[in-house]
């Protein structure tokens, strides 16, 4: 019955569309991938190149936490010879939608987060008692998930495209130089971050894996969801924390309000605790520019933010 109104759906809404412009579109000769975020879509492009045509549900800057899905998302989900989620209820309005495709035995659905749990990666997810106990769903700051990922979706052209195996083999092989070019990029330059000042606060969890792989202490004021409510408490126990810790940055993120954590710097400068607001972090989504929209440059920028704000010596001391 989901599947039926989900169907009527997009017939209503093709009607309605036609007539204002639809940004979709399918190519006949290439294989058509939806995904729900730009920093999948970023990935299918780099290993299916020229043979795919891949169009992301979300554009830059937007939370899959709170994405609400629009009539175009449905003809494209429905088009689309494969969609790709993120998986690990990243996408928490749309997992119903996602999951009526993933029920059609017609339709090639990738949940990459479901492959990585029945991966040999599994033991590099991270488990959260405050999500419910379900895994944290923003597994590509493990740099070593995100290649992971990028196997998968790899396997999955070839079986769909096996005539192609030796191109998607090609890009897969040049792609994974650079993701492990990346690897050494970071360790590099977190190294000039000294011990008492890797301490990572954010506007919402989703750095935990970043944190793992290189070494650094990471609070937020919001859960792994930006579902969550900021209540005083949260804010109260990070200010508590801050200056513990003597933490000399705090990093608001392009998909999340700046309001909470700017009431975080309001409340230590009523304090007379000096703290940097750090440049935007990249969490969830990737940037609309030529600097930071792929996952590698995003990442890149993300090191550089971190890097030029607690690579210093702390004021308050």
């Not at 991270?126 to 419910?132: L, Q």
């Not at 191109?167 to 650079?178: G, H, K, M, P, R």
């Not at 792929?294 to 010596?313: E, F, H, P, Q, R």
Request: with cysteine.
């Amino acid at each position: 019955m989901k599947r039926l109104l989900y169907l009527l759906f997009i017939l209503t809404s093709s009607l309605l569309l036609s007539s204002c412009g639809n940004k979709y579109y399918y190519d006949l000769e290439k294989i058509n991938i939806t995904t729900t975020t730009n920093i999948m879509k970023d990935l299918a492009d780099r290993i299916g190149g020229e043979k795919v045509n891949v169009y992301s549900l979300m554009g830059p800057g937007i939370d899959p936490h709170q994405y609400i899905a629009r009539p175009n998302d449905f003809i494209a989900l429905d088009k689309a010879d494969l969609i790709i989620a993120s998986g690990l209820h990243l996408e928490g309005k749309i997992i119903g939608v996602i999951e009526s495709f993933e029920n059609d035995g017609n339709k090639n659905v990738l949940n990459i987060g479901t492959s990585l749990i029945n991966s040999d990666k599994k033991d590099l997810l991270i488990e959260n008692e405050n999500f419910g106990g379900l895994y944290d769903p923003h597994f590509w700051f493990d740099i070593n998930l995100y290649i992971e990922a990028t196997t998968i979706i790899k396997d999955k052209l070839i079986l769909l495209d096996s005539n192609n195996r030796e191109y998607y083999q090609n890009n897969f092989d040049s792609y994974l130089t650079e993701l492990l070019e990346l690897i050494k990029y970071a360790k590099d330059n977190f190294s000039k971050i000294k011990e008492n000042n890797r301490y990572l606060i954010t506007a919402h969890d989703a750095f935990e894996y970043l944190g793992k792989e290189f070494g650094f202490t990471v609070m937020s004021l919001q859960g792994l969801s930006t579902e969550a409510e900021v209540s005083p408490s949260d804010v109260k126990e990070i200010i508590d924390i801050i200056l513990k810790y003597k933490i000399v940055a705090i990093f608001p993120e392009t998909s999340v309000p700046i309001e909470t954590i700017t009431s975080v710097k309001e409340a230590l400068n009523r304090n007379n605790y000096k703290v940097t607001i750090g440049g935007n972090l990249y969490s969830d989504s990737l940037g609309g520019n030529s600097d930071d929209d792929t996952y590698i440059k995003m990442y890149k920028k993300n090191i550089d933010t971190i890097v030029a704000s607690l690579g210093g010596g702390n004021n308050n001391e």
